[in-house]
């Protein structure tokens, strides 16, 4: 049979195929379908002839057989849309760019991942990084041998071409091991719970039994009362074997086969955008799938009623904008995970003959801002006149403070009493196609009040100006690096507040130009 041909693709469609390796790489995975074209790039090669030892004759479609290992990570991509697993795994340029708010979630994740395992302490850390997985899981086999073995941080596991890390694996008190995932989140999700699965797949798969797995999230109702943190209450264990088990069960080999078919393309799966594409997370190729959206068509209104509605903002006008923070992990007595702490403020003060005075409050040090950045406001704002603001975020952030802070609690409501919404105002009485549907400040400045811009900024958003700031407290913070954060930090607040006022001289002129024009 020296010079046969295999039997064609036509022959073995729905031939399960054994994996074997070109260079290095599995190609095909156990139980694994191959479509036709696959097939046909693997059956042109005779029986006989050195086997793969070059190039076959259809090198496109074997290149998609030597397919990228998986990870927990790109396991969850393909749950989400397979395109994105694809785009991933060979495409991982045409991503969005990671900002400064984006990356701070991640740096968040990564805090609290390291701060969970003192909850288990005294711990061995693998501490090989990702792109040294092969050693990693050789060290991890080497601990696990040792029956006294103390928890482990990031064991690393392979099967099946799945790599993962395990946030914290230890000795149970039976047989076998318990696996706990750490979430910064203050809830357990359906997607954490597919992530904890394909984990126990894996381990299992490489020889490891596990007897529980765990979600371990932070809890919401926690209140810090000082001192080291107490992390049994931090901290909520949730059990989650049996529901990983059933969708390992249920879905994964389906899954899996699915994604690995996907991987063997030579194009990326033809999947229209919707819905799945900002849940359970926005897409990392959000932008490169949105770029050929159809434009906002619909057309510049004005509203006759625009001038009226102006008309409800008295003088003095004070235009205001808060900066805050939410640390995952509670800095300050009495508070909970992820509770909003405002550090700034801005505010710009428009008289009836058109002054404008500017003041602002940042903190400075890692005390509670809290009680200052009460203070500071009241004395700052105006007895009456109007309170502008963009959105309701500044309304719900005062009554957490009266709240938190009693003493303080009239006067801050009488503040709540007299703000006005110009993002209220804008959207029921004024549309420009320029501002591409989103009525954010960012995209509305630029059209009404284009000489304001933020590019010339090194903060450029509100989660940009939160993660900085939580560097500036940060105790290795350099006193260098401090000062130009709070000098950036009060350039992009003001310029929040200046865009407030521009914006309503803005929308005065076109409310008397529309009045003209009718």
Same mark, same amino acid.
């Given at each position: 049979m020296g010079g046969a041909s295999l039997p064609r693709s036509r022959e073995l469609a729905g031939t399960t195929l054994r994996p074997f390796s070109y260079n290095g790489a599995l190609c095909a995975r156990p139980s694994l379908r191959l479509p036709f074209a696959a097939l046909d790039a693997l059956t042109a090669i005779p029986y006989g002839a050195p086997t793969l030892c070059e190039p076959p004759s259809k090198p496109e479609a074997l290149q998609r057989l030597m397919l990228p290992s998986l990870?927990?990570? $790109?396991?969850?991509?393909?749950?989400? *849309?397979?395109?994105?697993?694809?785009?991933?795994?060979?495409?991982? @340029?045409?991503?969005?760019?990671?900002?400064?708010?984006?990356?701070?979630i991640f740096d968040t994740g990564s805090a609290v991942g390291e701060f969970a395992r003192q909850r288990f302490p005294n711990g061995r850390l693998i501490e090989e990084t990702y792109a040294e997985h092969g050693q990693a899981v050789r060290t991890t086999e080497t601990l696990l041998a040792d029956a006294k073995v103390p928890p482990l941080y990031e064991?690393?596991?392979?099967? =099946?071409?799945?790599?993962?890390?395990?946030?914290?694996? $230890?000795?149970?008190?039976?047989?076998?091991?318990?696996?706990? =995932?750490? $979430?910064?989140?203050?809830?357990? $999700?359906? @997607?954490?719970?597919?992530?904890? #699965?394909?984990?126990?797949?894996?381990?299992?798969? #490489?020889?490891? +039994? !596990?007897?529980?797995?765990?979600?371990?999230?932070?809890?919401?109702?926690?209140?810090?009362?000082?001192g080291d943190h107490d992390l049994d209450c931090l901290f909520t264990l949730e059990d989650v074997t049996s529901r990983a088990r059933a969708f390992i069960d249920e879905h994964v080999p389906n899954d899996l086969s699915r994604m690995?078919?996907?991987?063997?393309?030579?194009?990326? +799966?033809? !999947? @229209?955008?919707?819905?799945?594409?900002?849940?359970?997370?926005?897409?990392?190729?959000?932008?490169?799938?949105?770029?050929? =959206?159809?434009?906002q068509t619909k057309a510049a209104f004005t509203s006759p009623n625009l001038k009226t509605s102006l008309e409800e903002i008295s003088f003095p006008a004070s235009f205001l904008d808060f900066e805050t923070f939410n640390p995952a992990i509670p800095l300050y007595i009495g508070t909970s995970p992820?509770?909003?702490?405002?550090?700034?403020?801005?505010?710009?003060?428009?008289d009836s003959s058109g002054e404008i005075n500017h003041h602002s409050f940042l903190n400075g040090n890692a005390e509670d801002p809290?009680?200052?950045?009460?203070?500071?406001?009241?004395?700052? !704002?105006? #007895?009456?006149?109007?309170?502008?603001?963009?959105?309701?975020? @500044?309304?719900?952030?005062?009554?957490?403070? %009266?709240?938190?802070?009693?003493?303080?609690?009239?006067?801050?409501?009488?503040? *709540?009493?007299?703000?006005?919404?110009?993002?209220?105002?804008?959207?029921?009485?004024?549309?420009?196609p320029g501002i591409g549907g989103s009525y954010s400040l960012k995209s509305v400045a630029p059209i009404l009040a284009p000489h304001l811009i933020y590019a010339d900024l090194n !903060?450029?958003?509100?989660?940009?100006?939160? %993660?900085?700031?939580?560097?500036?407290?940060?105790?290795?913070?350099? =006193?260098?690096d401090k000062a130009k954060t709070r000098k950036d930090l009060l350039a992009y607040c003001a310029r929040d507040t200046e865009a407030l006022v521009h914006v309503y001289k803005a929308l005065i002129a076109e409310a008397g130009a529309a009045r003209a024009r009718s």
């Open positions: 990870s927990k990570s $790109k396991f969850q991509y393909g749950l989400q *849309c397979l395109k994105r697993l694809y785009l991933q795994c060979y495409r991982p @340029e045409l991503a969005d760019p990671v900002d400064q708010a984006q990356q701070a064991a690393a596991f392979t099967f =099946e071409d799945i790599n993962t890390r395990v946030d914290i694996l $230890k000795r149970s008190e039976g047989q076998g091991f318990d696996l706990v =995932e750490v $979430k910064s989140s203050t809830q357990a $999700k359906p @997607e954490h719970v597919t992530d904890v #699965a394909i984990q126990m797949h894996v381990v299992e798969g #490489a020889g490891t +039994p !596990i007897s529980r797995a765990y979600l371990m999230h932070l809890n919401r109702d926690y209140v810090y009362q000082g690995w078919m996907a991987l063997q393309e030579s194009s990326p +799966p033809d !999947i @229209e955008i919707g819905p799945h594409c900002k849940k359970p997370y926005r897409c990392s190729f959000y932008g490169h799938c949105h770029q050929d =959206e159809v434009g992820y509770q909003v702490i405002p550090f700034q403020w801005s505010l710009h003060v428009l809290r009680k200052n950045f009460i203070v500071s406001l009241l004395r700052a !704002i105006p #007895a009456d006149g109007a309170i502008v603001v963009y959105s309701p975020y @500044e309304r719900t952030v005062l009554r957490g403070l %009266a709240q938190a802070f009693p003493d303080y609690k009239n006067r801050l409501l009488a503040l *709540c009493d007299r703000m006005i919404d110009l993002l209220k105002l804008l959207r029921e009485n004024y549309y420009h !903060i450029r958003d509100g989660g940009a100006a939160s %993660a900085q700031y939580a560097g500036m407290i940060a105790d290795d913070a350099h =006193e260098r």
